[in-house]
């Protein structure tokens, strides 16, 4: 399973099934026809960034042009942290630490306590997901981590423009109960490979570049998460498909959804033109 927590985190924190077909280069989509007053428009985001990374011109004139905001998350709910944190608990405070070889205990243990000065007795109790973040901060050496769904939260409270979310917090943090526990523990030492860095900065760079065959492709090598792209992206892209239509005839919407859900046959832009939209990209 080599790679697949890169292809994870480009899930929840933007994998894409590989077309040989290629993509238009853009993170900004717009959305019209198909009978709405006003256009709509989709942009790809990445959950933890680690860069003094800002919204371009395009998407800030984007955001200008709506009339309200859609993430993934309701992420101006006041209640969003106090979920998060009482989800991200094991059930019956079980620490999964039992699920580890001898070997990678000892190795994650070590670069807990070396980071967070607790180790796996303390925080085996985080679900493997939660402490996933944890470590890829460490691992990115990122002081000041930052998603680009804070920066367009941000602008759209500046701009009082109204925020909400796609899904619930309960429905998004609960996917992962569906992975089996074997293949989140095979995801964290994953992170702690010595290569890891080096393949999380490709994904950046091509984030920042906007380069969609690049995202792609460096998503495609993870093989391990092929089981689980149904899940976590494709079903999900269904659902939203029809709530982004009925959202859309009412108010000129902008929506952020991580860059993964963007891209590939199942994408949803793809399921947008097949429902009549026109959706192009905005350079």
């Known amino acids: ?13 933007a994998a894409v099934s590989f077309t040989a077909e ?6 900004l989509w717009k959305i019209s026809g198909n009978g709405l007053d006003k256009p709509s428009y989709i942009f790809g985001t990445i959950h933890i960034m680690c860069s003094d990374y800002e919204l371009e011109d395009k998407v800030q004139s984007a955001l200008a042009n709506s009339d309200q905001v859609y993430l993934e998350l309701d992420m101006d709910d006041p209640a969003m942290t106090t979920k998060m944190q009482q989800l991200a608990v ?19 243990n070590e670069f807990l306590v070396a980071n967070y000065n607790a180790g ?15 470590i890829l901060i460490k691992r990115i050496s990122c002081d000041a981590p930052n998603g680009v769904e804070e920066l367009i939260k941000t602008e759209a409270i500046r ?12 429905f998004q943090m609960g996917l992962f109960d569906n992975v089996p526990l074997e293949d989140q523990m095979v995801w964290i030492m994953d992170l702690l ?3 890891y860095p080096e393949e999380y900065s490709q994904m950046m760079e091509a984030y920042q570049e906007e380069d969609l065959d690049k ?42 959804v991580g860059a993964a859900h963007l891209t590939g046959q199942k994408g949803i ?3 947008l033109k097949k429902e009549g939209y026109t959706v192009n990209p905005v350079l």
Do not use: C, H
């Open 120 to 134: 796996l007795e303390q925080l085996g109790i985080l679900k493997p997901f939660a402490l996933m973040g944890m």
């Open 215 to 256: 995202l792609e492709l460096l998503m495609a090598e993870s093989p391990g998460m092929a089981n689980y792209l149904d899940m976590l992206l494709y079903q999900r892209n269904q659902n939203w498909v029809p709530l982004i239509s009925e959202i859309s005839k009412n108010k000129s919407t902008f929506y952020g």
């Open 1 to 13: 399973m080599k790679k697949s927590i890169t292809t994870l985190i480009g899930i929840f924190i």
């Open 269 to 271: 832009i793809s399921l």
């Open 90 to 108: 094991n059930k019956d405070m079980k620490n999964f630490s039992s699920e580890l070889t001898d070997e990678d205990k000892k190795k994650l």
């Open 159 to 170: 701009s009082k423009k109204e925020i909400k979310g796609l899904e619930t917090v309960e």
């Open 22 to 27: 290629a993509q238009d280069q853009s993170l």
């Open 193 to 195: 490979e010595d290569d």
